[in-house]
């Protein structure tokens, strides 16, 4: 009984910290818009949920459709992240002479899209809590 009542706020508790990581993505590759061959990161976040959901110990970024990283480059980890997973590269649409890769229009629609669905998942949570705080408290 108790695993239907945490389920739910497990899912969206695992959801929440994608969405965090992903935003964290998202603002660094907005700072780094005017930093000469700076390639845009990202991740799927619907494999990365997946993932999530599938494994019980911390869950992986799933790399996205991108093209390859250059066998010369370093290897790009989340440092600092709750996931300590491995970031794709973001997939490049409008090529710049000094080969950076981001696209601002692109990361700021992306940044919004993700804060609403962050805020609206930390709302679900909220609402989920104080329902079982008031089935316990009896009213």
């Known amino acids: 009984m108790f695993d239907k009542l945490t389920g739910t706020l497990d899912f969206h508790g695992k959801a929440l910290v994608l969405r965090a990581e992903r935003q964290r993505t998202i603002a660094s590759n907005i700072a780094n ?12 976040f ?9 494994s019980s110990s ?4 799933a790399q996205p459709t991108a093209s390859a990283p250059d066998p010369r ?7 600092g ?12 649409t409008q090529p710049a002479m000094d080969g950076n890769s981001v696209d601002l229009d692109r990361e700021r629609g992306n940044f919004v899209d993700n804060a ?23 009213q």
């Open 81 to 92: 992240s709750a996931l300590g997973s491995k970031l794709g590269y973001g997939v490049q």
């Open 33 to 44: 818009a005017d930093t000469p061959g700076y390639v845009a990161r990202d991740f799927n």
């Open 116 to 138: 609403v669905r962050y805020e609206s998942t930390l709302r679900f949570i909220n609402g989920t809590s104080r329902t079982i705080l008031s089935a316990i408290s009896g």
């Open 46 to 54: 619907r494999e990365a949920m997946s993932q999530a959901l599938d």
């Open 58 to 61: 911390a869950a992986g970024l």
């Open 73 to 79: 480059h370093l290897p790009l980890t989340a440092s």
